[in-house]
């Protein structure tokens, strides 16, 4: 009975990226009264807002930062910075590192955020509710739930490529077919 529960570093990051784009689509419908449309500067950084800083190129930074200089965008930049602390404690070179870097992300969350940074906000409660499984990670390193995804993913495909068919065979062999298990033969039509 010694089971830990860790929270996969796929759906931290990927809770923290939800709240930064309902940041952006709340400032978006604030400032411009509007959904995102073609040429709103917060909409055209949607994609380049979800990528790791290292890995953006000098234009899109220059597009981010572009967004960044207009004050009323200030709450999107704190909860951009926030969004790439929590990609960097996963990235860091040793856990140690990692972890403080982490604990430091929840512990500045659970502190007094402004209104204004109400998705921080949320994403604070979140974190600090889910505080060991998230910090878990960093003592069970390269601990994932991965494996089990594909494996419920390819699942579930297959249930709904097979739907429709009555003969058990059948469904047997589209099974096998999709899970690459089964090699028909092409005979011959001569």
């Known amino acids: 009975e010694n089971v830990i529960t860790v929270m ?7 809770l923290a990226g939800d709240k930064l784009t309902q940041c952006r ?14 040429g709103d500067p ?22 981010l930062l572009r967004v960044f200089d207009d004050p009323a965008h200030a709450a999107f930049e704190i909860t ?15 856990s140690e590192q990692g972890k403080k870097l982490m604990t430091r992300v929840i512990d500045t969350l659970k502190a ?6 109400a998705e921080l906000r949320t994403l604070g409660r979140t974190l600090h509710r889910r505080r060991d499984d ?10 994932s739930n991965g494996p ?35 090699r028909p033969q092409i005979h011959s039509l001569l």
């Open 80 to 94: 951009w910075s926030f969004y790439q602390d929590i990609i960097d404690a996963y990235q860091a070179d040793r």
């Open 8 to 14: 996969d570093p796929f759906h931290v990051v990927a």
């Open 148 to 182: 089990s995804e594909a494996i419920n993913g390819l699942l579930e495909h297959l249930r709904g490529t097979a739907r429709g068919f009555r003969n058990l065979s059948h469904y047997i062999a589209r099974c096998l077919l999709d899970a690459g298990g089964f």
């Open 42 to 63: 917060l909409f055209g950084i949607r994609r380049v807002a979800r990528t790791r800083a290292g890995l953006l190129t000098d234009k899109q930074w220059q597009r």
């Open 112 to 117: 007094d955020v402004p209104a204004a940074l």
């Open 25 to 38: 689509q709340r400032l978006q419908q604030h400032t411009r009264g509007h959904r995102g449309r073609s």
């Open 134 to 143: 998230v910090l878990a990670y960093f003592d069970h390193p390269g601990t």
